[in-house]
């Protein structure tokens, strides 16, 4: 039953190499194969901001995510269905992973509602009156050609007492199985959402719900959102180990790059986070170093590239202090190198990451890493 579900969905995932917990591997869909542990940029309104699809792609990303509550209310999944798809609408022919729009109608929307049947609730672009139930948010992932498709759950706001997140996570766990129901034979892939807090027994039913329904893969839920860093691996470390190993699995909104070193190293195989680009936009530069502000008045006279051991456009042609004045000028530029250099440092690291799981080194290459990373320069400046 389970095979034939991934036969129809032509979504595969082979591991290559295991080390301790952590994996790397082969996730293999129609438009594409993605290589995990894998980074996946954000391009939130079908544009992944201030790159062109294929510097995107020229970075080393296999695949990019795309958010339904965006565009269910601009321009429309309809409208984009009429038009070929998101593939050919936002001109990239790759794999696309949309949310199922739950999170941001939490985060963004005002005057919801949740219900049993769904949340209703008001756009923030325009005020305009919406419904997202698990059934729409598939109908929306199905319109816009996604191939992999996340399932509607509730996303409590952190923190919360442990009898919220209960009734929480059950209402979530329905609408995962009234979202698997409504993928049809026609759909992609379709991952199932571990909710469930801080708390490890509530985690564990969460995964026991959802395996039972079955999913193509595994995301986890409801982190990131200020928990800080030891109680986001604690939960990793309670949730993992209970996930079918063959099954990718993919941590939410994350994250910081040690974040993410800390996450492969408990055996997360995908990610997907706004960080590299809108700090690019932002003027912070991520390095091996750690991250650094091009706003510094430190770099004005700096005629040294950004990093030296990057090969994108923004290292390879310009200095230290030319990235200084176009960020410090709000040139449109700055947001273009800065955003372009960002992407690829992340996509170089989960590179770094795939071959330290290939030669048992993982360990080794985070301990290496994080004291890098977090040396002298450790944390944003200024
Ligand atoms: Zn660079």
């Not at 595969?12 to 301790?20: P, R, Y």
């Not at 996730?27 to 201030?50: D, I, N, Q």
């Not at 990239?92 to 729009?101: A, E, F, V």
């Not at 759909?187 to 959802?210: D, Y």
């Amino acid at each position: 039953m389970h095979g034939a579900n991934l036969q129809m969905s032509g979504f595969e995932f082979e591991i290559v190499a295991t080390d301790g917990a952590a994996r790397s591997g082969i996730v293999r869909m129609e438009r594409g194969s993605v290589l995990t542990p894998a980074f996946m940029p954000v391009g939130t309104a079908a544009t992944v901001k201030a790159m062109l699809p294929e510097s995107v792609a020229e970075t080393g990303a296999d695949i990019v995510l795309a958010n339904t509550y965006h565009l269910m209310l601009r321009p429309g999944a309809e409208r984009i269905a009429k038009l070929g798809g998101l593939h050919k609408f936002m001109n990239w022919p790759w794999p696309i992973l949309t949310d199922s729009g739950g999170y941001q109608v939490m985060s963004l929307s005002s005057l919801r509602d949740i219900s049993e049947e769904g949340v209703r609730f008001r756009s923030h672009i325009d005020g305009s009156e919406h419904f997202l139930s698990p059934e729409r948010a598939m109908e929306i992932q199905q319109l816009l050609g996604s191939d992999i498709r996340m399932v509607l759950d509730e996303c409590p706001a952190y923190p919360a007492t442990e009898a919220e997140i209960e009734t929480s996570l059950a209402l979530s766990m329905r609408w995962a199985k009234r979202s698997k129901d409504a993928l049809g034979a026609a759909g992609g892939a379709c991952f199932g959402i571990v909710q469930g807090g801080v708390f490890p027994h509530l985690r564990q039913r969460s995964v026991h719900e959802l395996t039972t329904i079955g999913f193509d893969g595994y995301a986890v839920g409801g982190l990131a959102v200020g928990e800080g860093q030891s109680a986001m691996f604690d939960v990793l470390e309670a949730t993992v180990p209970h996930l079918p190993p063959d099954r990718p699995r993919y941590l939410m909104g994350v994250g910081k790059p040690d974040d993410i070193v800390g996450a492969v190293l408990r055996g997360i195989d995908m990610f997907d986070c706004v960080l590299p680009t809108r700090s690019g936009r932002n003027g912070q530069a991520f390095t091996w170093e750690g991250a650094l502000n091009l706003r510094n008045a430190r770099h004005a006279d700096d005629g040294a590239p950004l990093d030296p051991s990057c090969a994108c456009p923004a290292c390879r042609s310009y200095s230290r202090a030319y990235l200084h004045h176009v960020v410090k000028a709000g040139e449109i530029i700055a947001a273009m190198l800065l955003t372009w250099h960002n992407l690829a440092f992340f996509q170089d690291l989960m590179r770094a990451l795939r071959e330290a799981v290939g030669h048992n080194m993982t360990a080794d290459f985070a301990a290496q890493f994080l004291k890098r990373y977090r040396g002298e320069e450790a944390g944003p400046e200024g």
